[in-house]
């Protein structure tokens, strides 16, 4: 297996996403969870994936047919990444768009410059969970009390925000400033 297959594998575990290695018909890493199956093909360069990319996609189905007649519902989930350790250029990109436009059969995902673990799992990101981290700024909480509260008076707010007892804001908040 290649590093770049490698690199895959590593990271559809970690999505708990079964794979294995295979050499027949082609070099490639098929992947499996409840929902979900497919192929990933890796290519030394984008003009190797033009090239190829039709081809050993008929290759794999037909080879695994059975296999994918066998998983029902899941087999309209079939997906194809096809990863270039290259880059591409315009025209390229361009060829990449149309394999993945090309809605015939299965899902197909065409990647190029997909050369470290980084680039793997931005290539496979619609297989894995979500992972956007929340990203929340810190707060001045007494400037935001102070905002939100700003129709009580204040001598009760700064007693809440010195934590005062309750007993002693709620006597504030009955005051008239």
């Known amino acids: 297996m290649t590093r770049i297959l490698e690199f895959c594998e590593q990271i559809l575990k970690e999505g708990s996403i079964s794979t294995e290695g295979s050499s027949s018909p082609i070099p490639l890493l098929?992947?499996?969870?409840?929902?979900?199956?497919?192929?990933?093909?890796?290519?030394?360069?984008?003009?190797?994936?033009?090239d190829n990319w039709s081809h050993h996609a008929d290759r794999v189905v037909a080879h695994y047919q059975m296999a994918l007649r066998r998983s029902a519902l899941k087999a309209w989930n079939c997906n194809f990444f096809f990863l270039a350790a290259g880059s591409a250029d315009a025209r390229e990109q361009a060829g990449f768009t149309a394999i993945e436009e090309d809605l015939v059969g299965t899902r197909k995902i065409a990647r190029?410059?997909?050369?470290?673990?980084h680039d793997v799992r931005e290539a496979l990101l619609s297989l894995l969970p979500i992972q956007?981290?929340?990203?929340?700024?810190?707060?001045?909480m007494s400037a935001e009390v102070r905002l939100r509260t700003s129709e009580l008076p204040s001598m009760a707010i700064e007693a809440f925000i010195?934590?005062?007892?309750?007993?002693?804001?709620?006597?504030?908040?009955?005051?008239?400033e």
Do not use: C, H, K
């Open 162 to 176: 010195q934590r005062a007892d309750a007993t002693t804001v709620l006597q504030l908040m009955g005051s008239s």
């Open 112 to 117: 190029a410059g997909v050369n470290n673990l």
């Open 30 to 50: 098929i992947f499996e969870d409840a929902t979900v199956l497919g192929f990933i093909i890796e290519y030394d360069s984008s003009a190797a994936l033009l």
């Open 132 to 140: 956007n981290a929340p990203s929340i700024e810190a707060v001045d």
